[in-house]
């Protein structure tokens, strides 16, 4: 996993090209093309249905392509992504289920332990320093289920990081949390970027434009030029015509200050 | 009363009875700790009924039902694993069909095969009381199998449970754990046939997992705790069944029923005034 191999050009953490997938023959992804470079922090917004889930299913090898290829540091998906550390989406979620937090960021050095090969006293420095840096250390031995949705996320971040990633790879990582929390949930991923790309997925279009370098817009098609701002072209590119959806979600959004009540679960 | 009881521990039938009931508690309390977890509860019904093919099978080929009943619960169990997963609609369908199957197929072999069946409904009720020596030995062999399984996959079997999506991410061979985990409760629910009957392996299965798990927060833990109640609750149900004269099984089953009652209303009474005292801050 040598990091800092390249000095002018960054180098290509993730390449797509000429991507299509989806499920029993209706494309959900067309024609995606994407190149991720390192230390890149890119946000995808875009509608639901729009195909987020499925690219990054097909990202992590969940869901093979139906044409075109991906690949990650150079390799296939499904040898590549282990240089991946995934943070889920943090809805569908057992309350009840019995797990502290410690066992659930520990689960991130599962790639690194063959079967029958216990968790060493390394894994628990790596799980100790990945919830450190996430402000959790000291709440370890809590039950996964007395978390608050933000903390909650943030252990899904610590696991992501312990798996020891060259990319963080986000669903929706914020769904369901208040804005206070988010604004110091993206601080994290800021401070994290310092060593690792991220690429994140969303539909919250304040969040993304106000925290990342660039972004871009996915629905079926994917519209990402490296800028720094969603422009009304890209906007209007990707959502098409539906009005009422990017009244909706825009004019609103830009803005942190106007998403005044978000339940928090 | 104590008296009684040193009588009735004289009588070898009762003593091992006593023993199979801790033998079945600890595989249970593991098996049922997944089982509850997973939400596998139909599924695991669906092996313990299908079994008893295997012991009608046992009857007509005149070898040791409890044999056929592994053969056919180990067999039904990779199935309706392999349909859970690979068609995920419409699953629990196909699942409730091999159900009947297997139960129908051990029908039809225990009317083709001639001779005197009397043990016959223990299979579907339990005999806790009949338990020979032979029972006990292939018991304690399946915990040791179920515990050392387990314990081997801990890591595996806990984040199959958790986080199946992030399991499969990190390269873990999830289809092949949770086929184990499938075979494990095959394992488990011929081992608690003899005690409560195939009809109600679910129930004391599923019942002190989901009492342990309102009071532990943590999987190694909840299983312990769910073992020492499955004792606890075979113990009870089994003395009451002895000097009330009551069918075993179904006492053990009411015993855990009664405690699962009392532990839900526990819960509901605890989290009720904590929510009123969090409405009064």
């Known amino acids: 996993m040598g990091h800092a191999k390249t000095m002018e050009t960054p180098r290509e953490v993730i390449s797509v090209r000429h991507l299509w997938a989806g499920y029993d023959n209706e494309p959900v992804l067309e024609d995606i093309n994407l190149s991720v470079k390192e230390l890149d922090f890119i946000g995808l917004i875009g509608p639901n249905g729009g195909g987020k889930t499925t690219l990054i299913k097909v990202l992590l090898g969940l869901l093979p392509p139906t044409r075109g290829q991906a690949h990650i540091m150079g390799k296939s998906v499904k040898d590549g992504r282990r240089y991946i550390g995934y943070v889920p989406q943090s809805v569908e979620f057992d309350r009840d289920f019995p797990i502290r937090v410690w066992d659930v960021a520990r689960m991130g050095r599962l790639g690194k332990r063959r079967l029958l090969q216990r968790y060493t006293a390394e894994d628990d420095e790596v799980v100790a320093e990945a919830l450190r840096s996430v402000d959790m250390l000291d709440l370890g031995y809590r039950p996964i289920g007395a978390l608050s949705g933000g903390q909650r996320q943030r252990v899904y971040v610590a696991r992501a990081l312990v798996t020891e990633p060259n990319i963080l790879l986000l669903d929706e990582p914020m769904a369901s949390v208040d804005p206070q929390v988010s604004a110091s949930f993206y601080d994290l991923l800021s401070r994290l970027n310092e060593h690792v790309t991220i690429l994140m997925i969303s539909h919250d279009m304040s969040a993304i434009s106000s925290h990342v370098k660039t972004v871009g817009c996915l629905n079926r098609r994917l519209f990402y030029h490296g800028e720094k701002q969603i422009t009304p072209d890209m906007l209007e590119a990707a959502y098409r015509c539906p009005i009422d959806l990017i009244a909706h979600g825009i004019p609103h959004r830009v803005f942190p200050e106007h998403s005044v009540e978000e339940v928090r679960t | ?281």
């Open chain 2, 1 to 281: 009363m104590i008296e009684a009881v040193i009588e009735a521990l004289q009588f070898t039938f009762m003593r091992n009875a006593l023993m199979a009931g801790v033998l079945v508690s600890i595989a249970c309390g593991i098996i049922g700790t997944f089982v509850v977890i997973n939400r596998i509860v139909f599924i695991s019904g669906g092996i313990a009924h299908a079994a008893y093919g295997g012991i009608g099978l046992g009857y007509y080929l005149k070898f040791n039902p409890v044999l056929g009943a592994i053969i056919f619960s180990v067999i039904s169990a990779l199935g309706m694993g392999a349909v859970q997963r690979k068609t995920r609609q419409r699953a629990d369908t196909i699942i409730g069909v091999m159900w009947a199957i297997g139960m129908a197929m051990g029908i039809i072999f225990v009317d083709l095969s001639a001779g005197y069946k009397v043990d016959l409904m223990s299979y579907l009720f339990g005999s806790i009381l009949a338990v020979p020596s032979s029972d006990l030995l292939i018991m304690l062999v399946l915990d040791v199998v179920i515990v050392a399984l387990v314990a081997l996959f801990y890591k595996e079997l806990l984040a199959i449970s958790f986080d199946e999506t992030f399991a499969t991410v990190e390269n873990v061979p999830v289809d092949t754990i949770y086929m184990v985990l499938l075979c494990l409760i095959a394992l488990t629910v011929v081992m608690m046939m003899r005690v409560v009957g195939l009809i109600m392996v679910i129930a004391l299965l599923t019942m002190p997992a989901a009492i342990s798990g309102q009071f532990v927060k943590d999987m190694k833990k909840m299983m312990l705790l769910a073992s020492f109640l499955g004792v606890i609750f075979t113990a009870t149900g089994l003395w009451l069944s002895y000097f009330l004269n009551l069918t075993s099984g179904a006492t053990i089953i009411l015993v855990s029923g009664a405690a699962y009652s009392l532990s839900l209303a526990a819960k509901l009474l605890i989290s009720h005034t904590h929510s009123e005292r969090v409405c009064f801050k």
